[in-house]
């Protein structure tokens, strides 16, 4: 990515994708305290903290004098961002940020899974590529009606995960519902290494060497853009390319703005819209890397970050979309370090696709709707890959 174009959203990423140290772990904070601090950043950030049907204030002195113990706060921060109903504004303990961090660098344990609460039900937004998850059959929209033969109904993301997690080596058993079909998998627990780029299409697919596949499974990764960068020069004798965003539930929005600045020659990537209704359109810098054709292929697993990337390139009339309407996650949380090694995620934004579109709960629907079966995949076919490569040969004139 070029100097300029980093100087470019620099100041949008440290708004939006930041880390805010409050006390230095010596800092002698108390349970009190912890809860105090969450409150005021809830109270100074949270995008719809008024107008979701409640007065925040009512919290401030809910437990006043009753925290006596870190366990204490925990529970009372949690069962104050309950009602937010926002499953992406969460307390994370120690452990749980940490492993966050983690993820952010690269690696995590667990058995590589994102979920959230959708409709009332815990579900999976996606499993990550080449994880214990994704190799047990795990697939976006699985509702997980148990977590070792303890019932979901009511909740919490930061619970599931709390039980899904375990020791490297372990195994975790989930009822999983698909389709009103309920069926136990037993996933391992796994150090989980998170690849962000493959440039390899799946084996039994005879992709015609003229087409370049970019297999993008997260945009978790501090690493994702120079990773995207080193494919596209891996690829530059291609013709054309096929982006691969199924099953990637997304990440920092600083990777998806400038993956999508190097594909636009112009235009807006993507709108945020602050507590205050305040809109501030980010802009492509013009400096394209490539003016290539594009299909971007993208399922009910694509989520967050890819969101933004696939309406960037299709408001902009710069990529064709093809495969299944995405997950739906029109939100943006900002990252708080807290005291004692604690922290909590905010949603502070929404943001709208170029057109203006608000996508959240709604997801983005393709340009050509392709569906893939079970029995198709066991076969190893590829119906949206094929019709992929199909709409690039075509618009290369092969």
């Known amino acids: 990515m070029k100097k300029s174009c980093l100087s470019k959203f620099c100041l949008l990423i440290i708004l939006i994708v930041s880390i805010f140290t409050f006390r230095s772990d010596a800092y002698a904070y108390t ?3 912890l809860y105090d601090e969450v409150w005021k ?5 949270y995008v719809d903290q008024e107008n979701n049907g409640q007065d925040w204030k009512k919290w401030r002195h809910k ?3 009753s925290l006596q113990t870190e366990a204490d706060a925990y529970v009372a921060i949690d069962t104050m961002l309950l009602s937010l109903n926002d499953p992406y504004t969460r307390f994370l303990p120690p452990d749980e940020f940490a492993e966050e961090g983690s993820a952010i660098s690269g690696t995590l344990k667990g058995i590589g899974v994102q979920i959230s609460v959708k409709d009332g039900k815990l579900t999976v937004i996606s499993p ?11 697939k976006a929209n699985d509702y997980i009606v148990e977590i070792d033969n303890v019932s979901t109904k009511g909740m919490t993301v930061k619970d599931a995960a709390d039980k899904i997690r375990g020791e490297e080596g372990t195994s975790v058993k989930l009822l999983i519902r698909r389709a009103g079909v309920d069926k136990v998998y037993n996933v391992p627990r796994a150090e989980i290494q998170l690849k962000a ?11 015609n060497n003229r087409v370049g596949y970019i297999r993008l499974s997260t945009f978790m990764n501090k690493g994702t853009t120079a990773e995207f960068a080193s494919a596209l020069e891996k690829l530059n004798d291609k013709s054309g390319y096929i982006i691969d965003l199924r099953s990637n539930p997304g ?11 190097m594909l636009l020659s112009g235009g807006t990537i993507v709108s945020t819209v602050d507590r205050d209704g305040y809109k501030e359109p980010t802009r492509a810098s013009k400096r394209v890397t490539t ?3 594009i299909v971007v292929l993208i399922n009910g697993g694509s989520a967050s970050a890819s969101e933004i990337l696939s309406g960037a390139l299709k408001d902009n009339g710069r990529a064709v979309l093809v495969g299944e309407k995405t997950f739906g996650k029109g939100l943006v949380q900002e990252i708080n370090k807290l005291p004692g090694g604690s922290g909590l995620n905010i949603t502070t934004q929404k943001y709208l696709t170029p057109n203006g579109t608000d996508i959240n709960k709604k997801g983005i629907t393709p340009d050509y709707e392709v569906k893939i079966t079970e029995e198709e995949i066991a076969q190893g076919k590829d119906p949206q890959l094929s019709k992929a490569q199909a709409i690039i040969l075509e618009k290369i004139g092969q």
């Open 291 to 293: 003016t290539k054709p």
């Open 41 to 45: 950043l809830v109270y100074s950030k």
């Open 128 to 138: 990550i590529e080449d994880t214990p998850a994704a190799k047990a059959g795990l």
């Open 31 to 33: 349970p009190q305290s």
């Open 63 to 65: 437990y006043d004098d």
């Open 197 to 207: 780029i493959s440039t390899n299409p799946p084996e039994q697919f005879g992709l």
């Open 251 to 261: 990440g920092l929005l600083s990777n998806a703005i400038f993956i999508s600045d």
